[in-house]
């Protein structure tokens, strides 16, 4: 795959993550030689199967989210640096998301299909009564906070 460093391309490959991953490991003193033993060690201390483990050293696919929220917590980085590690968010969303400005009205049902790209009037109407049954659903259930209703 051809990389450049242009901001549009700017996310980790498999290979950047099999580095990354190498290196957390290493400074914490799992040996990854062969016959090292610190592969077979840290899936035993992670809980993650060692074939996972060893084709994220390896470069090979990405990792599922679950198995990246576990090497973040066992490793103890956050789980923000994982994914960007994972080629999973870049670096340029990450402080997207970090600095957004929070809203200062609640986002309307309407509003967020909007800002989804959703324009067909039958779409927005599933999407905004999809949206009501599940805060019905969560409403009933007694979960989270109360949203705000039109």
């Known amino acids: 795959m051809d990389r450049t460093n242009s901001p549009r ?31 077979t060690r840290f899936a035993a201390d992670s809980g993650i199967a060692q074939s996972s483990v060893s084709r994220m050293l390896r470069g090979q696919g990405a990792p599922e989210t679950r198995v ?18 994972a080629g999973i968010l870049t670096p340029d969303v990450l402080l997207a998301i970090r600095y957004q400005t929070p809203r200062t009205n609640p986002l309307t049902p309407e509003a967020a299909a909007e ?6 009037p039958q779409k927005v109407a599933l999407f905004v009564s999809m ?16 949203v705000a209703e039109n």
């Open 115 to 120: 800002e989804l790209g959703i324009t067909d």
């Open 131 to 146: 949206t009501e049954t599940l805060r019905k659903q969560r409403a009933e259930n007694g979960e989270g906070h109360h």
């Open 9 to 39: 391309n700017n996310r980790a490959t498999p290979e950047d993550f099999a580095t990354w991953l190498r290196g957390q490991l290493e400074r914490r003193g799992y040996d990854l030689r062969p016959r090292g033993g610190g592969q």
């Open 68 to 85: 990246l929220e576990t090497l973040a917590k066992t490793l103890d980085v956050p789980l923000a640096e994982v994914l960007v590690a």
